[in-house]
C-alpha cells in the first residue's frame, strides 16, 4: 500500500517529464502528498487490524518530547557536524568554498524551514511508517540491526521515482550514493529511537536535520559542482554507524535468525 499510493501519486510527474508536459498543479503538491503514503498506510492498517487504542498510542509516541537533552542534540546538531566535517575535507583537497554568507536573515530562515520540512518535506508523512510501524515488525523477526539494515533498503527503493523527477531533491543526487547512505542513516535513525524512549519525534527532528542541513549546508552536487562532499557524508556515516554498532550491545546480530 505504501508503494502503491505514492508511486500512484507521483506517477503524473513521471509521465509529464518523460512528455514533457506542464501539469495544471505544481509539482510540489504531487511530491508532498507522496511522501504521507507511510503514516497514512502505518495509521490506517493499525487502526484497521489492532484497532482505535493501538492507533492513539502510536500517535502519542509523536508525543514523547520528556527525553534527555543530549538526544535533541544529536538530533539536530549531528547531522550539521557531519556535513560541515565533510565540506571541510572537500574544502582542503582545494574544492569550491560554499557561498555561507551573508550570516543575516538566510540564517534565521533556516528555522522556518525546518519547521517546513519537518511537517511536509517527509518527516511528518514518513515516520509512523518507517519507524512506528515497520521498524518494531523487523526488530520481532530480525535484530535491531538487520531491521534498520532491512528497512535502509526499503526506504531507499521506496524513493526511486523520485530520482526521475527535476521538482524533487533527490533529482541531482547519485542513486548509488544515496542507498550507500540511507542504511547507515537508518542504523543511527534506530540508536535515536531507542534511545530516546521510542520517540518518534525525536525521530522525525533527526529526520527533518538531515534534509535540512543539507540544503542550507549546499552539499548537493548541484552547490558544490562535485560529488566528492556526499561521498565524505556517506563514508562519514558509516563510520558513525560502526561505532554506534560497535558500543550498543543492543544491536548485536545474535539474533538475527
Keep these: ?49 489492532a484497532g482505535g487504542t493501538e492507533m492513539r498510542q502510536l500517535l502519542c509516541r509523536a508525543l514523547v518530547w520528556r527525553v534527555s537533552p543530549l538526544w535533541y542534540v544529536i538530533a539536530i546538531v549531528g547531522p550539521a557536524l557531519v556535513i560541515l566535517l565533510a565540506m571541510g575535507g572537500h574544502i582542503l583537497l582545494g574544492g569550491r568554498v ?34 512506528g510501524v515497520l521498524l518494531p515488525a523487523l526488530e520481532a523477526r530480525f535484530s535491531k540491526l538487520w531491521g534498520s539494515v532491512i528497512l535502509g533498503i526499503i526506504w531507499t527503493v521506496w524513493h526511486l521515482p523520485l530520482f526521475f523527477i527535476s521538482a524533487s531533491a533527490q533529482h541531482s543526487l547519485p542513486f548509488w550514493l544515496f542507498a550507500l547512505l540511507t542504511i547507515p542513516l537508518c542504523i543511527l ?46 563514508l562519514l556515516t558509516w563510520v558513525t554507524a560502526l561505532l554506534v554498532v560497535g558500543g550498543r550491545k543492543k544491536f548485536s546480530i545474535s539474533n538475527c535468525c
Design 1 to 49: 500500500m505504501t508503494f502503491g499510493s505514492a508511486w500512484l501519486i507521483w506517477l503524473p510527474l513521471l509521465v509529464a517529464e518523460y512528455l514533457r508536459l506542464s501539469l495544471p498543479v505544481s509539482s510540489v503538491v504531487f511530491i508532498t502528498s507522496g511522501s504521507f503514503a507511510p503514516s497514512i498506510t502505518a495509521l490506517f492498517l493499525t487502526w484497521r487490524y
Design 98 to 131: 560554499p557561498n555561507y554568507v551573508p550570516f543575516g536573515v538566510r540564517w534565521l530562515l533556516v528555522a522556518v524551514n525546518f519547521i517546513l520540512v519537518l511537517l511536509i518535506g517527509g518527516p511528518l508523512g514518513e515516520e509512523f511508517g518507517w519507524r
Design 189 to 234: 535513525i534506530t540508536w535515536v529511537y531507542h534511545g530516546s524512549g521510542e520517540s518518534i519525534l525525536l525521530v522525525m527532528i533527526f529526520h527533518a536535520s538531515v534534509n535540512t542541513w543539507s540544503g542550507a549546508l549546499k552539499i548537493s552536487p548541484e552547490e558544490t559542482g562535485s560529488i566528492r562532499p556526499l561521498i565524505f557524508v556517506v
